[in-house]
Structures are given as C-alpha cells and as structure tokens.
C-alpha cells in the first residue's frame, strides 16, 4: 500500500468516532483531507464542522459541509486531526502544515481528540521531526536565538504565512526527552504563538494504519 492509501485507510476508521457528532472538529493536511471527503457521504446526518485551517475550511465547504465559527460552538465533542510524529504516550508533533495554532485550539476547546496516521509517524522519542513554532514576525530572530540556548537549531519556513499572519520556524536536532516540560518552556518565550508539541493537552485516541490493520493506542 502507498502513504496516501495508508493515510486513506486511517481516515475512513475515524469515521465511527463521529457517526453521532452533530458539529465535527477537524484538523488540516493530507490525511484530513480524506477524513474530509469521507465525511461528505454522510453530510445529511451533520450540522457542520470547525475548521482549524482556511484550507481545511475550503474542502469542507466545497463538498457542501458548513464551517461554523468555534466561538458560536463551544466546546466540541470530537475532534479528528493528523500528526507529524506520534509518541507511545500519544504526546505529537504537529505543524508541517503551518496549522498548528488553530489546531491546538480546537484540541483544547474538544472533549475527545482522535488523531489519525499513517505507521511512518509513530516513534519511540519525538523530535527527528523538525518541531515548528509559530512565532510573530518580529519576534523571529529573538525567539530563534533563544531555541538555539535550548539545543535546538531553527530554520526559518522562508515565504511562508500562516493563517494567522505569523511566522514558522522549524526547530532540528531536537531529541524531546520530556515534552510537556518543553512544551512549557517554548510556550514562555515571549514572541511564540504555538509550538507544535501537543502534550500538555495530548490525543486521547490514536489510530495508526499498518499495512491492512489499524492499530488503535
Ligand atoms: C498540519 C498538521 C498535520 O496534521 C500534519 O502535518 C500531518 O499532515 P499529513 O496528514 O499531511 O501527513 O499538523 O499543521
């Protein structure tokens, strides 16, 4: 099977998570965009979702399914997201895609949080991923200069917006022993919007697909 009929598979055993939700929190990127198109064979059924990306937003709302803004919801019951690197404790890596603030806010304001991945994310310790961090373009270079005192070394995602105006940059060489300790610490730097380590607030139900099982964490 390739990737993107891994990331398929995966995505079609998301669908039961959100048979009954009304109002559906979803992620951004290739896998998504699957979870995406599945939805759209059951539109019907659903009041909507939340989008944490305008091109998430755009897919939905081509296939007829409505995009409500997350201050008219609340809280969401479900939310379905990818990742760039999935840990045994179901702590991530997320923001290849540029989404990672939108996405941490729709994990936050969810009950229930199933990401969805091909086998290729799954590892043992996060970070050979580069972990990126949604910074406010002025702060860059400051911000850049201050993940390097934590052993990282920062690239800057050149002609690269994200949905909320802001900067990436893509950390390397980091070996994420303890997440949610660095999660706080990048989080304090002043100038950071996001980082992408979601283990403060982690998944709560992960599929992985191998092969032709999908493994559930
Ligand atoms: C976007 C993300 C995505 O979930 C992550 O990059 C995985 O993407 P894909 O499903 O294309 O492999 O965090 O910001």
């Known amino acids: 099977m390739t990737q993107d009929e891994l990331k398929q598979k995966v995505a079609e055993a998301a669908i039961p998570y959100v048979r009954d939700v009304a109002i559906i929190g979803v992620g951004t990127g290739s896998t998504v965009n699957h979870f995406i198109d599945y939805l759209a064979d059951?539109?019907?059924?659903?009041?909507?979702?939340?989008?944490?990306?305008?091109?998430?937003?755009?897919?939905?709302k081509k296939l007829g399914i409505p995009v409500f803004d997350l201050n008219a919801v609340g809280t969401l019951d479900v939310y379905v997201d990818g990742a760039d690197e999935i840990s045994p404790h179901k702590h991530l890596i997320k923001g290849?895609?540029?989404?990672?603030t939108r996405e941490k806010i729709i994990a936050a304001a969810s009950k229930k949080f199933v990401c969805i991945a091909d086998g290729?994310?799954?590892?043992?310790?996060?970070?050979?991923?580069?972990?990126p961090v949604e910074v406010?373009?002025?702060a860059r270079s400051y911000v850049a200069r201050e993940l390097v005192k934590?052993?990282?070394?920062?690239v800057w995602r050149e002609n690269y917006i994200t949905d909320?105006?802001?900067?990436?940059?893509?950390?390397?060489?980091l070996n994420i022993l303890n997440p949610i300790e660095l999660e706080q610490i990048i989080n304090n730097i002043v100038g950071v919007v996001t980082?992408?380590?979601?283990?403060?607030?982690?998944?709560d139900v992960v599929l992985?697909?191998?092969?032709?099982?999908?493994?559930?964490l």
């Open 42 to 60: 059951f539109k019907a059924d659903i009041e909507g979702a939340v989008s944490s990306s305008i091109a998430s937003t755009e897919r939905l």
């Open 96 to 100: 290849g895609g540029g989404a990672l």
């Open 120 to 131: 290729s994310k799954q590892v043992d310790v996060l970070g050979a991923f580069p972990l």
């Open 136 to 138: 406010i373009p002025m």
């Open 150 to 154: 934590l052993g990282g070394q920062p």
């Open 164 to 173: 909320n105006h802001n900067e990436i940059l893509d950390v390397h060489n």
């Open 195 to 203: 980082v992408g380590i979601f283990a403060m607030r982690p998944a």
């Open 208 to 216: 992985v697909s191998v092969g032709n099982d999908i493994i559930t």
